[in-house]
Nanobody
Framework: QVQLLESGGGLVQAGGSLRLSCVVS????????MGWFRRAPGKEREFVAA????????AYADSMKGRFTISRDNAKNTVYLQMNSLKPEDTAVYSC????????????????WGQGTQVTVSS
């Protein structure tokens, strides 16, 4: 079993930054590919970014490229999402997930999920 716990969300003004953290615990926690997803009110869950177990391969949704950076520290069993130049449309609940089988972009591929952390960007 794997447990995921996100933190770092909050209220920020447009143009500001936040860093989200996801602490991973449980069996083989450092070997999983990890992803971040978000869900805005009334919208489908959306892929944000993902990173492989060693941290040398990443993927981003087009709208986040250049603004968001995913990273991980396996010694701390933690995955990060640095979010810069935030926009009101980035407002959502952000969740981390672990263990996609093949398709990093498909949330149904992920086996484990955290509860999520709210990010609100004011204009």
């Amino acid at each position: 079993q794997v447990q995921l716990l996100e933190s770092g969300g909050g209220l920020v003004q447009a143009g500001g930054s936040l860093r989200l953290s996801c602490v991973v615990s449980g069996r083989s926690s450092s070997t999983y590919t990890m992803g971040w997803f978000r869900r805005a009110p009334g919208k489908e869950r959306e892929f944000v970014a993902a990173i492989n177990w060693s941290g040398d391969r990443t993927a981003y949704a087009d709208s986040m490229k250049g603004r968001f950076t995913i990273s991980r520290d396996n010694a701390k069993n933690t995955v990060y999402l640095q979010m810069n130049s935030l926009k009101p449309e980035d407002t959502a609940v952000y969740s981390c997930a672990a263990g996609p089988r093949r398709d990093w972009y498909d949330p149904s591929e992920y086996a484990y999920w955290g509860q999520g952390t709210q990010v609100t960007v004011s204009s």
